[in-house]
């Protein structure tokens, strides 16, 4: 059975301080880890798709990593705008389905 | 930018109704799916829908619920008869492939079950 746990579960910076937020999984051969972001009432936008390990990818603040257990989230220099639930999920080769994370909610003050 | 789209945006239903729940995909996409958030949880799997079949479903998607693309637009969820743990909100998602790229996410419905 796929897992992932997200952390920290929850992580207040101050507008510019910089941080990572970490998701471990298990899958059974990984066919994807996504990020996703979440708004309060809102469904999951997504940000990106890893594929092996040692993959990057970055947008604007947000670039993500991937090894063979894990995915960083580095986000640099927040803005109070990436406040939200960024969410892990993996597809493994089971199927089509995302396993999600509980996620990481974000607080970014000014 | 194309997205999904969900309607109601809130249901409240009484327990032992039935109620549908209805997406529009991304038009050029193939493959569908649907996830439920209950409130302060994670977000789980309920079902996947490829060619106009289930191509994968969980065990949360029991005899009570069903899937049904009765155009060449719509996606349907029933649940044939609410409990009050169906409370939830209930999203669809659409990909052009299966696992590339990433998996579009509709606003949701959130479904009250009273």
């Known amino acids: 059975e796929d897992q992932v746990t997200q952390s920290p579960e929850a992580l207040r910076l101050q507008e510019g301080e910089s941080s990572s937020l970490n998701c471990s999984y298990t899958?059974?051969?990984?066919?994807?880890l996504f990020w996703y972001r979440q708004d309060p009432g809102k469904g999951p936008e997504f940000l990106f798709t890893l594929y092996s390990a040692g993959e990057e990818k970055e947008k604007e603040r947000l670039k993500a990593t991937l090894t063979k257990k894990e995915s960083f989230l580095h986000i640099t220099a927040p803005k109070p705008e990436d406040s939200a639930t960024y969410l892990c999920a993996v597809r493994g080769t089971s199927g089509s389905r995302l396993t999600f994370g509980e996620g990481t909610q974000l607080t970014v003050n000014p | 930018e194309p997205e999904v789209t969900q309607t109601p945006s809130h249901q409240v239903t009484q327990m032992g109704q039935e109620v549908i729940l209805r997406c529009v995909p991304i038009?050029?996409?193939?493959?569908f799916y649907w996830y439920r958030q209950i409130l302060g949880q994670k977000v789980e799997f309920l079902v996947s829908f490829y060619n106009n079949e289930i191509s994968e479903k969980s065990e949360i998607f029991d005899d009570q619920f069903s899937v049904e693309r009765p155009d060449g637009s719509n996606f349907t969820l029933k649940i044939r008869s609410t409990k009050l743990e169906d409370s939830a909100m209930y999203f669809c998602?659409?990909?052009?492939?299966?696992?590339?790229?990433?998996?579009?996410f509709g606003s949701g419905t959130r479904l009250t079950v009273v």
């Open positions: 038009s050029n996409h193939l493959y």
């Open positions: 899958v059974s051969g990984l066919r994807g």
């Open positions: 998602a659409s990909s052009g492939s299966i696992g590339a790229g990433g998996y579009t």
